[in-house]
C-alpha cells in the first residue's frame, strides 16, 4: 500500500477511496431511511483512514461499494477492530448503517453480519454487533439463523452468547429443523435442550401471567405462535391452568378465548378444585360449566363477552321504499339503531326521524347495489327482530372496507347487547 494517505469521504451522493478510485455511496435514498439509521440531518464528511485496512488487500476494497458491504467483510473475517469503527461511526450518526443488512454477493447472499461472525466464529464480533442491535434471530434465505449456523458448525461459546441475547431456540428453518436438529455435539444438544426447557417455562409464565391480567393480546400472539410451544393447558406450581387463573381473576373475556380454543375445563388443580369452582362471578360459573359439559353456544359466549356496548355513529346512506336512498346520522346506542337528519340532532336527541331495536335482529354484507351509479359502494343489510329489514350504503371514503368493518362490528355488538340484556 503506498504511502499516500488514502480515505474514505462520506458525503450525501458518494465516498471516495483516494488512490484506488472507489465508490462508495453511503448515503441511503429517502425511500431507505426507514431502513437505515441515518443521521437527522444530512450526511456530514467522514474519513477513515485506510491504513488502518492493514489486513484488506486493494483487490478485495474495489469490490464494495457500501458501508454495509465492508461491515460484512469485517464481520466474515473476524476484524474486530474495523468492526468497532463501523459501528461506532454509524452510532455517532456519521454514516449510515443498517447492521441486519443482507448480502447480495453469491458469497454471503442473504447472509447477515451476525451470520458470517457466528459461522466463521468470530465471537467478539458476535458480541459487538449483538450489543449494538443486531437482530439475533434474524434469518437467511434458507431460513437459517444464526443460532443454526451455530448449532451446525459447533460453536458452543457463540451458542451461549446467542441464547443470553434471547435467541429464540424454537424457529425452524427452511426444512422444518430448529437449532436443535443441526447440533453436531452431544454437550450442543444439551445445552439447547436446557435453553428449549427454560424458554418454554419462561413462556408459560407469561402465558399464565397474561390469563391473570386480562391480556388477551398475548395470549393469542404465544398460541398462534407456530415456534412457541405453548401447552394450552400448562399449569403453575399450585396446579392452576390458565382457565383458573382467568375465572378467579373475573377475566370474561379471557375465560371465553380459552374455551374457543380447546382448553381442558376438567383439569383439577391441586387443591382438587375445577376452573368453575373459583369463578368469581356466577355467571362465568355457569360459562366454564356449561363448557365442561359440552353445552356452551354462540349465544351463551356472546351474552358473557357483551355486558356493556359503546356508542356508535355517522353517515350512512338509508334506503326507502319510495324515494330511494337518503342520507341519514345514523346512531347505535345500547342495542337500538336510531336515524337523524343531522349529527346536532342526535346529539340532542331530537327531531328522530326513526328508530329500530335490534333484538334478535340480523346483518350481512350484500353485493353491491346496482342502482348506486359511480364509484365502488358497500351496502349492508340489517333483518330486524320483526322481520322488516333495511338496506344501508357506506358514504364515499378513503377506506370503504374497513369503515364498512367497522359498523359490522358495531352492530353485531349491539344485536348481542339488544338481544342478552335489554328486557334483564
Known amino acids: 500500500m503506498s504511502d499516500s494517505k488514502k480515505s474514505i469521504s462520506n458525503k450525501c451522493d458518494a465516498v471516495s477511496l483516494e488512490d484506488e478510485a472507489i465508490q462508495s455511496k453511503y448515503c441511503p435514498d429517502d425511500d431507505d431511511q426507514h431502513q437505515r439509521n441515518d443521521p ?23 469490490d464494495f461499494e457500501t458501508a454495509e458491504e465492508f461491515l460484512l467483510h469485517f464481520s466474515r473475517s473476524g476484524q474486530i477492530e474495523l468492526v468497532k469503527k463501523l459501528l461506532n461511526l454509524r452510532n455517532s450518526k456519521e454514516i449510515a448503517l443498517n447492521i441486519d443488512f443482507k448480502g447480495q454477493s453469491k458469497a454471503n447472499f442473504g447472509w ?8 466463521f466464529g468470530h465471537s467478539e464480533v458476535v458480541d459487538l454487533l449483538l450489543k449494538n442491535g443486531a437482530d439475533v434471530d434474524i434469518q437467511n434465505e434458507d431460513g437459517d439463523t444464526p443460532l443454526h449456523k451455530a448449532a451446525y458448525t ?30 453436531k455435539t452431544e454437550s450442543i444438544h444439551q445445552l439447547l435442550l436446557a435453553a428449549e426447557q427454560s424458554d418454554i417455562k419462561r413462556r408459560e409464565k407469561k402465558f399464565l401471567s397474561a390469563a391473570r391480567n386480562g391480556d388477551l393480546p398475548t395470549l393469542k400472539e404465544l398460541l ?57 362471578t356466577v355467571s362465568l360459573k355457569q360459562i366454564i360449566q356449561k363448557a365442561h359439559y ?51 340532532n342526535a346529539a340532542n336527541g331530537i327531531q328522530r326521524q326513526g328508530i329500530k331495536y335490534l333484538e334478535n335482529a340480523i346483518v350481512e354484507v350484500v353485493q353491491q347495489d346496482r342502482n348506486v351509479v359511480g364509484q365502488n359502494q358497500f351496502v349492508f ?23 364498512l368493518q367497522k359498523w359490522i362490528n358495531a352492530i353485531n355488538d349491539h344485536i348481542c347487547f339488544g338481544t342478552n340484556f335489554i328486557k334483564q
Open 294 to 344: 359440552s353445552l356452551i353456544t354462540p349465544k351463551v359466549v356472546a351474552a358473557l363477552k357483551i355486558k356493556s356496548v359503546n356508542r356508535f355513529e355517522g353517515f350512512l346512506f338509508k334506503k326507502g321504499r319510495f324515494f330511494g336512498w337518503r342520507l341519514v346520522w345514523a346512531v347505535l346506542e345500547r342495542g337500538v339503531f336510531s336515524f337523524f337528519s343531522n349529527r346536532a
Open 224 to 280: 398462534e405462535d407456530a415456534n412457541s410451544c405453548i401447552d394450552i393447558n400448562t399449569m403453575d406450581s399450585a396446579g392452576n391452568t390458565a382457565l383458573h387463573c382467568a375465572a378467579y381473576r373475573g377475566q370474561n373475556e379471557i375465560v371465553i378465548f380459552l374455551i374457543k380454543n380447546g382448553i381442558d375445563t376438567t383439569i383439577k388443580n391441586k387443591r382438587g378444585q375445577l376452573a368453575a369452582n373459583l369463578a368469581s
Open 40 to 62: 437527522k440531518s444530512g450526511c456530514p464528511p467522514l474519513k477513515l483512514d485506510v491504513q488502518e485496512y492493514y489486513d484488506i488487500n486493494e483487490d478485495d476494497l474495489v
Open 154 to 183: 459447533g460453536r458452543e461459546n457463540i451458542i451461549h452468547q446467542l441464547i443470553q441475547s434471547n435467541a429464540n431456540v424454537f424457529i425452524q428453518n427452511g426444512e422444518g429443523l430448529r437449532a436443535f436438529d443441526l447440533a
Open 381 to 403: 343489510r340489517i333483518i330486524f327482530g320483526d322481520r322488516s329489514r333495511a338496506l344501508f350504503l357506506l358514504p364515499k371514503c378513503d377506506s370503504p372496507e374497513l369503515e
Open 112 to 119: 447477515s453480519s451476525l451470520h458470517l461472525a457466528t459461522y
